[in-house]
């Protein structure tokens, strides 16, 4: 449905959805207070639901199903659906035995067929699963066809069986990859319903248009009418008959019909009334273009709470509020409800801006290369529709195949990720995320937890979901206008050909640079390019200065046809002896039936068009530098392998103990309720419980102590500090390896001790010889549990070489972040060296990603180095840190976002 951002904090408040008709509901437990509603709810369904639901007609029976729902809270839960003013459905379970519970539904006649009871389900079964109930059953008369329809549409994997006329329906609560589809597939089709009336809406009020020029409100009406908009507009301004040639009428309860969208640019404190008013007479969409909301800091988010609570209880949509409007350049639309001065040309890249500013710089820019908009819009403070709900809607969307995000913050980035997942299978998403900064990065005292910044989560969410990340807005629109024009690309290899040497030397370097290959052309195709003219039939192809439209037609003719590459870059530099729209017909000539991408740099014309139009229809882009059209290619290389490798999968894992490393955890909280770091000992322990190979160490506090564990580890034998808050034990002399007798034991013993300023001390076996790694988590509150790999021991820091991922972690994601490291050759066998047990290094990641999916309390987690050998990976040195858990939202249930800030 749409994005779920943050839920609201308040306790039993519980979650506005969208059902399937685009209206709002809210779902959310059951109170005491709730009895006089459900029974009045009894009193509104007919007999068949009665019948249907307690295999008999009796109200007596309803009204003790839900008298009992309301005031007993033990060994069930209870949701209520609240529609408009009125309670209209109830939903619940009770606890039959351990992880199995019976469910049942009760709903008002009138909003059978909105999937208000499949929205009861979907919240039901995650709570139900947050509770350890992995099986709910229902017992349903098989003459209930709505009922079952519910349950076995539901996604939720099921078994069923039939008894007397009653079908028992036993439902898997947790999350398989069917569920998630087709809960992606209902939340889609409720939000394009939804935001129906803000992007396609037959009828347009501006509320606060003025009179004269230079007001948002008349300038964006303006907009409206020079656009050409097919609907109907109207003022509503109570000084004026008519502003714009539009008709203006006092108020929005005067506007003759309805209206579908309500753009509001009245002052701050007018708004609350004026949304008011428009909720009355059924406006289903407002876009709020006023400032003067969370921005300004406590008081105005007091008032973007109030603005969300009254959009939500008359089911309005609403964009802003502080924002720059919508466009829809659909011809049977044509609405450009901005007060930009752009005026965007259809295409197909569908832009999302947070920034108002920003917005406007990608549409004059998309509009000056020639890339046309399908549609735009500003969210500004994000208190409704954001970023995650127009994602869902261009997903089906025909005329969008490109979708570009400009981003400041995000309300649910694992929402954004799953989404993104999907909708990157069939459409590119590029984001430009503002607020880079380091300003965000933590104080963690393990390796893992200082090197994670916002920055790495960031990039985590999106290399996991296919996601390109810009630098700037001009490189969205360079990339964006490479993926408008089919076809992607097969591969790396890259062709550079044309007439400016020097640009095919730029070229090549850049697409070097970037990763892409530009291979030595077969003998049989540099001949064929040499009868063509070229001087130079390498790569890059050089036709010389004086090269032809016919012979740059017939040597890209050859290249494309050469099954050698797999795109081509076509460099021209204008000339007095040449003709640019001559080139550009012959380019067009060789490329029209292409089956390889081809962009095209053109230098030293000023009039040159920004794009080739080919007989087909198709237009090539034209950049103004050759490393601008290289990059481009280079992210629409990167963005189609990411699109045809498999998704993965996460492992099964076996010699895994939860219930182990559940006892270790509760343990260590009796004795530290606040939370803190767990001894080496017991975090071995933990390590164990998940299948992870420790390095036994042992603690000791005095040199005699010390001597005893290395007899009993065996010699030689490593000995570190245990001083509380030492990070970089080696850095203050904290470390002995290879210690061989008791001799050596002790001395080293009293160094480390003077040093440190701490007897502590841990003695441990040396590790096999291997690669040293750093493996760890941190659980990140907006972005959830992170997993690092990167380099460990001494070059930890040195080389800053790491890889980060988010949960879940597939079998790809966790071989590519091991072969994206630096470290990777050694692994691999450097120089005639034994190989590391690689299998043995991804087999410890996906146990650290099960520990943090088992354990919410682990806040961070460190083994550096983990010891990757021949033999396999060991963990030598341990930090796992846990806190009190905080409760975290379903991320994959359809909540619409809430009032918190963000």
Known sequence: ??????????????????????????????????????????????????????????????????????????????LVAEYGDNV????????????????????????????????????????????????????????????????????????????????????????????????????????????????????????????????????????????????????VNPHADEIAD???????????????????????????????????????????????????????????RELLAIARRHSIRLIGPNCLGLVNTAPDVLLNATFAEVAPTPGTLAIAAQSGAVGIAVLEHAGRTGLGISEFVSLGNKVDVSGNDVLLHWWGDP???????????????????GLARMIGRTKPILVVKGGRSIGGRRAGVSHTAAAATPETAVDALFAQSG???????????????????????RGRRVAVVGNAGGAGIL????????????????????????????????????????ASPVSLRRALQVLLASGEVDSVVVNYAATRAGNVDEIYRAIAAAADAAELPIVVNCVGSRHAAPEITLPAGRRLPVFPFPENAVRALAHAVRYAEWRARPQGTVPELARVDAAGTR????????????????????????????????????????????????????????????????????????VRVGLANAVELGQAYEQIAAAAGDPRVLVQAMAPAGTELAIGVVRDPLFGPLLMAGSGGVLTDVLADRQWRGLPLTDLDAREMLHSLRCAPLLAGYRGAQAADQEAVLDVMHRIAWLAGVIPELAELDINPLAATPAGAFAVDIRVRLTP?????????????SDQPG
């Open 1 to 78: 449905m749409t994005a779920i951002e943050q839920q609201d904090a308040r306790p039993g408040a519980g979650w506005d959805v969208l059902a399937s008709d685009g209206s709002v509901v809210r779902i959310r437990p059951v109170r005491d207070e709730d009895e006089p509603a459900l029974a009045a709810m009894n009193r509104r369904v007919s007999d068949e639901s009665i019948y249907l639901r307690f295999f008999g007609i009796s109200r007596t029976m309803a009204d003790e199903y839900t008298h009992h729902l309301a005031t007993d809270h033990d060994g069930h839960v209870a």
């Open 507 to 546: 070229a090549a370097d850049a697409a070097a640079r970037l990763g892409l290959e530009l291979p030595e052309l077969s003998q049989a195709v540099q001949d064929q390019l040499a009868e063509v003219g070229a001087v130079g039939t390498g790569n890059p192809v050089d036709l010389g200065a004086a």
């Open 663 to 734: 006892r270790v955890a509760e343990r260590f909280f009796r004795r530290s309720p606040a939370g803190g770091w767990l001894d080496p000992q017991e975090a071995s322990r933990l390590l164990r419980r998940a299948g992870i190979p420790v390095l036994a160490v042992r603690a000791a506090a005095s040199r005699a102590e010390a001597v005893k564990a290395a007899e009993a580890a065996g010699y030689p034998v490593a000995l570190k500090t245990a001083a509380p808050g030492v990070l970089h034990k080696t850095d203050i002399g904290g």
């Open 246 to 304: 539009v008709p203006a009428y006092p108020s929005i309860s005067a506007v003759p019909g309805p209206v579908d969208l309500a753009v509001i640019a009245v002052p701050a404190e007018q708004v609350l009334n004026v949304l008011t008013e428009c909720g009355k007479c059924g406006v289903g969409g407002t876009v709020v273009l006023t400032a003067g909301f969370s921005e300004l800091g406590a008081t105005g988010r007091e008032l973007q």
């Open 885 to 897: 858990a905080t409760p975290e939202p379903d991320w994959y249930a359809r909540h619409l976002r």
């Open 88 to 235: 209209v459905g109830i939903a619940s379970y009770e606890t039959l035995r351990t992880g199995e519970a019976e469910m049942a539904f009760l709903l008002q006649d009138s909003v059978h067929g909105r999937g208000i009871g499949t929205l009861l389900l979907e919240q039901l079964a995650a709570t139900a699963r947050e509770n350890g109930i992995a099986r709910l059953r229902a017992d349903t008369l098989g003459e209930n066809a709505k009922m079952l329809r519910v349950l076995t549409n539901s996604g939720f994997e099921q078994v069923r069986k039939l008894d007397s006329g009653v079908v028992e329906l036993v439902l898997d609560t947790a999350y398989h990859p069917a569920t998630l589809e087709k809960m992606a597939d209902r939340e889609r089709a409720a939000e394009n319903r939804s935001l129906q009336r803000l992007f396609a809406p037959r009828t347009v009020a501006v509320i606060g248009a003025g009179r004269q020029p230079g007001g948002i409100g008349h300038e964006l009406l303006r907009n409206i009418v020079k656009g050409g908009f097919t609907g109907s507009a109207y003022a």
């Open 399 to 417: 005329r969008t195949a490109v979708i570009g995000l400009y981003l400041e913050s995000f309300g649910n980035p694992r929402k954004f990720g």
């Open 467 to 489: 996601v390109l990340r810009m630098d700037t807005v001009e490189e969205l629109v360079e990339t964006a206008r490479v993926l408008a024009v089919p076809p992607l690309p």
